[in-house]
């Protein structure tokens, strides 16, 4: 059974940073596209981010495009999130997910992801 947990959620003042950790157990992590997404109360589930198995190409959703950045190791089965100039509309729950061969759709849909963690939150002061 694929298990994912993030961590490292917290809060933190405007113009801040976070780093999120999700690793995850019990399947091929070096075979999985891995993605987050946030979700906001009152909001839809919102694309934040996306790589690929091998790490050679990323994707990020508009609103966070040139402040955070996506990385993976697949030796530990980690990914992260490294989230740089926070403001306080990225306040939400922050949850990982992976996507396991055959890749399906677009990166940005939810839809796609097999599995996903339980979320952790990342609250931003103003």
């Known amino acids: 059974q694929v298990q994912l947990v993030e961590s490292g959620g917290g809060l933190v003042q405007a113009g801040g940073s976070l780093r999120l950790s999700c690793a995850v157990s019990?399947?091929?992590?070096?075979?999985?596209?891995m993605g987050w997404f946030r979700q906001a109360p009152g909001k839809e589930r919102e694309f934040v981010a996306d790589i690929v198995w091998s790490s050679t190409t990323t994707y990020y959703g508009d609103s966070v495009k040139g402040r955070f950045t996506i990385s993976r190791d697949n030796a530990k089965s980690t990914v992260y999130l490294q989230m740089n100039s926070l403001k306080p509309e990225d306040t939400a729950v922050y949850y990982c997910?992976?996507?396991?061969?055959?890749?399906?759709?677009?990166?940005?849909?939810?839809?796609?992801?097999?599995?996903w963690g339980q979320g952790t939150q990342v609250t931003v002061s103003s």
């Open positions: 019990g399947g091929t992590f070096s075979s999985y596209s």
């Open positions: 997910a992976a996507d396991a061969p055959p890749y399906r759709g677009p990166y940005y849909a939810a839809t796609r992801y097999d599995y």
